[in-house]
């Protein structure tokens, strides 16, 4: 469906480095990326809004590069939304249908069942949009891109500035909608979230190059990069070295801080190689779910908490391990322990790090 080659974009000393992505047909792709990236003048280029130094953008095979914005068979919703506060939300929505030339009663049909599908109907004879509500501007943003029928449907942060009710609204509403629609999607996201929840295939875009591009949980389980764990929120990465064989197998011993660590080994991991571990603060096992096996000594660690801190689901608890560096947390979740005391700063804990759990990667140049 989309094609992206090569492409290549340079504006000031940012620039889009050599670009190549494909989305099929009925896909959707959730580019994800902290800020400053490249996310949106990724998508601006390939919407033709900025022209490119090189590169191309085909289309169901037709080559588009050189094509305006309206040829090119998208529907685009901004992070503004770009509504038009002179129309009301039927003038707005019905303004993607003026090129087609339908009838009044066809153009009528189709904004009906489009607002229908996003539960706006009740909206369509106010006729202004700037009191509408940040949702209510969002499912007009998105049932004017969609009313057309476009080949692709290309959403910029559709959803960052909502409150968390309403984006977890519009989620449900953006679901069912795909189904309904069946578009190929291209969407940009900061949120790892959106991309878990939406997206066929992610991929991850730092520094305007893209990193790794793969189902979420692949790339959610298997960060190709220290930077890329750190965006997916992986609340602990460390870096060590191959010692050599571990205790179980298909585990090496690794030598990480002042401390040893038994991971799952990585293909063909050398004795010396330097590596980087990612450890999920939920991951590590605390109290009672520590396992009753005394088989995985260098795994398990006597910690002092230095700070608690409250979550929804529990506790984040930072520790000091002799894995980190002076002064560096290594962050612990812990859920709500009801049948027994609150842990408190000075304490200490029992810590044990499953080794199937590691995230295990390789440090390039090392």
Not at 41 to 67: N, P
Not at 195 to 220: H, K, T, W
Not at 313 to 326: E, I
């Amino acid at each position: 469906m989309i094609d992206i080659r090569d492409l290549h974009l340079k504006r000031g000393r940012f620039a889009l480095e050599r670009v190549g992505l494909s989305v099929k047909e009925g896909e959707c792709v959730v580019i994800v990326g902290p800020s400053g990236a490249g996310k949106t003048l990724l998508l601006e280029a390939i919407l033709g809004i900025v022209r490119s130094d090189a590169g191309q953008v085909f289309v169901e095979g037709v080559d588009v590069t050189r094509k305006p914005l309206e040829q090119r068979g998208f529907s685009y919703v901004p992070q503004d939304l770009a509504l038009f506060p002179h129309l009301g939300v039927l003038g707005n929505i019905a303004f993607a249908l003026h090129p087609k030339r339908l009838t009044r009663a066809e153009t009528s049909r189709r904004v009906c069942e489009v607002a229908a599908w996003l539960g706006i109907s009740h909206l369509l004879e106010r006729r202004e949009v700037d009191s509408l509500s940040g949702g209510e501007k969002q499912r007009v943003a998105l049932a004017r891109a969609i009313v057309a029928q476009p080949r692709v449907l290309i959403l910029d942060e559709p959803f960052s500035s909502l409150d968390s009710s309403t984006r977890h609204e519009l989620y449900q509403a953006f679901a069912q909608l795909r189904q309904r629609v069946r578009s190929t999607v291209l969407m940009v996201t900061h949120n790892h979230d959106e991309a878990l929840l939406f997206a066929d295939r992610m991929a991850v875009l730092f520094n305007g190059s893209l990193i790794q591009v793969g189902r979420p949980q692949e790339v959610y389980r298997q960060p190709a990069t220290q930077d890329v764990a750190r965006l997916l929120l992986v609340e602990n990465v460390l870096l060590g070295e191959c010692l050599g064989k571990g205790q179980g197998p298909h585990l090496v011993k690794c030598r990480v801080g002042n401390a040893e660590l038994e991971v799952e080994a990585p293909a063909s991991c050398s004795l010396g190689e330097r590596l980087w571990f990612g450890v999920r603060a939920q991951h590590v096992r605390t109290g009672h779910e520590l396992s009753a096996s005394a088989g995985r000594p260098s795994n398990r660690f006597s910690a002092n908490i230095r700070r608690v801190s409250p979550r929804i689901d529990g506790l984040l608890l930072d520790l000091g391990l002799p894995l980190t560096a002076p002064g560096v947390p290594f962050l612990v979740a812990m859920g709500d322990p009801r049948d027994g005391a609150l842990p408190e700063v000075g304490d200490t804990l029992m810590i044990e790090i499953p080794p199937e759990r590691v995230i295990v990667g390789r440090i390039p140049g090392a």
